[in-house]
């Protein structure tokens, strides 16, 4: 179930498709607002006027979600013994106590709610133990818990207050969370990844499902020039978003001259439609610039990435035994980030900072030392038998057991 701008992707695949919140998020509205933000004419009166429709649109999403009649009867109707939510945002698992139907929070980044022993994945910090490191873990989560009573957090908390008031037995939740549109719900709350690349958590109630990554997905073929090649390739992406923001590209310049500098290397990168192949001008004979890159394919080949470390790619890396240079962006990229030079899987950068002379140390030293690599096979023997074994089937299904023999929810208090 999506907004109707999903249904091209999750067409293509074998499942059915159920459109939700069209009056709200019509079909062609996601694509129309991204290029209008990256139109390079916007005027700020147009940009605030865009900020305040999505706003708008925004808040009728979310009312939708949790008292509307079209998405309770669209839930009603499928028929599902499970509902699993996104949970970057976690509404619509309280529209489904209102039906009856169990929910649980799929996470395809790492967990987003507090943790006394892990900072939030915003933060580049490694956890030690010590006092210190304890103190600065609890002030980054304190400080993000008060941007919740900041305007943007008022309009989410009023109407979940609404909601628990209506349903006071619904599954509690809180806003000591991140990352998170809506509050942090007391469900299970499921991992694609496995604990041996997370830091250890002081909480409860995460489950970890294996990396969950598609190895057998079909792709577009790789250049000619990087499918026969025999020289140690270094592969270049910023992922889906890097691309949209054209500050980026003195980065990828700043790549381009580093392994032009060294002919017996050889670049391929992905710099998106944004930035396209064609500003670069004449390119090295051992650099090739693509708008998107078969990024299973060219890791196959690959002796190290660089990365924006969003948490896709560096699964990818690990379960294809890839050393990583991440360069964070946003989001939980400095948390992913950080437990790769935690886990010695490579090495981190600073994209503002990016200059032939670092990249070209950081690249000597990760191409230079297999001590890198054999962490990463280490870390990939543990990602592939957690595929696998099907962990992630079994686990879903160990947690639906109380629902299935449950005959009425138990009342909870909820806690907004």
Same mark, same amino acid.
């Given at each position: 179930?999506?907004?109707?701008?999903?249904?091209?992707?999750?067409?293509?695949? !074998?499942?059915?498709?159920? !459109? /939700?919140?069209?009056?709200?998020?019509?079909?062609?509205?996601?694509?129309?607002?991204?290029?209008?933000?990256?139109?390079?004419?916007?005027?700020?009166?147009?940009?605030?006027?865009?900020?305040?429709?999505?706003?708008?649109?925004?808040? *009728?999403?979310?009312?939708?979600?949790?008292?509307?009649?079209?998405? @309770?009867?669209?839930?009603?109707?499928?028929?599902?013994?499970?509902?699993?939510?996104?949970?970057?945002?976690?509404?619509?698992?309280?529209?489904?106590?209102?039906?009856?139907?169990?929910?649980?929070?799929?996470?395809?980044?790492?967990?987003? =709610?507090?943790?006394?022993?892990? +900072?939030?994945?915003?933060?580049?910090?490694?956890?030690?133990?010590?006092?210190?490191?304890?103190?600065?873990?609890?002030?980054? %989560?304190? %400080?993000?818990?008060?941007?919740?009573?900041?305007?943007?957090?008022?309009?989410?908390?009023?109407?979940?207050? @609404?909601?628990?008031?209506?349903?006071?037995?619904?599954?509690?939740?809180?806003?000591?969370?991140?990352?998170?549109?809506?509050?942090?719900?007391?469900? #299970?709350?499921?991992?694609?990844?496995?604990?041996?690349?997370?830091?250890?958590?002081?909480?409860?109630?995460? =489950?970890?499902?294996?990396?969950?990554?598609?190895?057998?997905?079909? *792709?577009? +073929?790789? #250049?000619?020039? /990087?499918?026969?090649?025999?020289?140690?390739?270094?592969?270049?992406?910023?992922?889906?978003?890097?691309?949209?923001?054209?500050?980026?590209?003195?980065?990828?310049?700043?790549?381009?001259?580093?392994?032009?500098?060294?002919?017996? %290397?050889?670049?391929?990168?992905?710099?998106?439609?944004?930035?396209?192949?064609?500003?670069?001008? +004449?390119?090295?004979?051992?650099?090739?610039?693509?708008?998107?890159?078969?990024?299973?394919? &060219?890791? $196959?080949? &690959?002796?190290?990435?660089?990365?924006?470390?969003?948490?896709?790619?560096? $699964?990818?890396?690990?379960?294809?035994?890839?050393?990583?240079?991440?360069?964070?962006?946003?989001?939980?990229?400095?948390?992913?980030?950080?437990?790769?030079? =935690?886990?010695?899987?490579?090495?981190?950068?600073?994209?503002?900072?990016?200059?032939?002379?670092?990249?070209?140390?950081?690249?000597?030293?990760?191409?230079?030392?297999?001590?890198?690599?054999?962490?990463?096979?280490?870390?990939?023997?543990?990602?592939?038998?957690?595929?696998?074994?099907?962990?992630?089937?079994?686990? /879903? @299904?160990?947690?639906?057991? !109380?629902? *299935?023999?449950?005959?009425? !929810?138990?009342?909870?208090?909820?806690?907004?």
């Amino acid at each position: 179930m999506a907004p109707p701008d999903g249904e091209a992707y999750l067409r293509r695949q !074998p499942w059915p498709f159920t !459109p /939700i919140l069209e009056d709200v998020l019509p079909r062609g509205y996601q694509a129309e607002l991204h290029s209008r933000l990256a139109d390079p004419d916007l005027t700020s009166a147009a940009h605030r006027e865009l900020t305040r429709e999505f706003i708008r649109r925004r808040g *009728e999403r979310n009312r939708e979600i949790l008292f509307g009649s079209a998405f @309770e009867s669209r839930l009603r109707d499928s028929g599902a013994d499970l509902l699993l939510v996104d949970a970057t945002f976690t509404l619509p698992a309280l529209a489904a106590h209102k039906v009856g139907i169990p929910a649980f929070q799929l996470c395809t980044n790492l967990a987003l =709610h507090r943790d006394a022993a892990v +900072p939030p994945l915003t933060s580049h910090h490694i956890p030690t133990g010590s006092l210190r490191s304890r103190i600065r873990i609890r002030a980054a %989560w304190e %400080w993000l818990y008060l941007h919740t009573f900041m305007p943007g957090g008022e309009r989410m908390r009023a109407p979940v207050r @609404e909601f628990y008031r209506r349903h006071p037995d619904a599954s509690p939740g809180d806003f000591h969370a991140h990352l998170q549109i809506g509050p942090h719900l007391k469900v #299970p709350t499921l991992v694609t990844c496995t604990p041996g690349f997370d830091f250890p958590r002081a909480s409860g109630g995460i =489950h970890y499902l294996g990396p969950c990554v598609d190895r057998e997905r079909t *792709e577009a +073929p790789l #250049p000619p020039e /990087i499918a026969s090649g025999t020289e140690p390739l270094i592969l270049c992406s910023l992922g889906s978003h890097g691309d949209r923001v054209r500050a980026h590209r003195p980065f990828f310049q700043a790549v381009i001259d580093t392994v032009a500098r060294r002919p017996q %290397w050889r670049l391929l990168m992905a710099v998106g439609g944004q930035v396209g192949p064609e500003g670069f001008g +004449p390119l090295p004979p051992n650099v090739t610039v693509v708008e998107r890159v078969p990024q299973l394919s &060219a890791l $196959k080949r &690959a002796s190290v990435m660089i990365t924006h470390g969003g948490l896709n790619s560096v $699964k990818e890396c690990i379960c294809l035994g890839v050393p990583m240079i991440v360069h964070p962006l946003v989001f939980d990229q400095p948390g992913n980030a950080a437990r790769v030079v =935690h886990h010695g899987l490579g090495l981190r950068g600073d994209i503002r900072q990016a200059s032939v002379q670092s990249l070209s140390a950081q690249l000597d030293a990760v191409l230079g030392d297999d001590a890198y690599r054999s962490r990463v096979q280490a870390l990939q023997r543990d990602f592939l038998a957690a595929d696998d074994s099907g962990l992630g089937a079994r686990t /879903i @299904e160990q947690l639906l057991q !109380p629902f *299935e023999s449950r005959a009425t !929810p138990q009342p909870k208090r909820a806690i907004p």
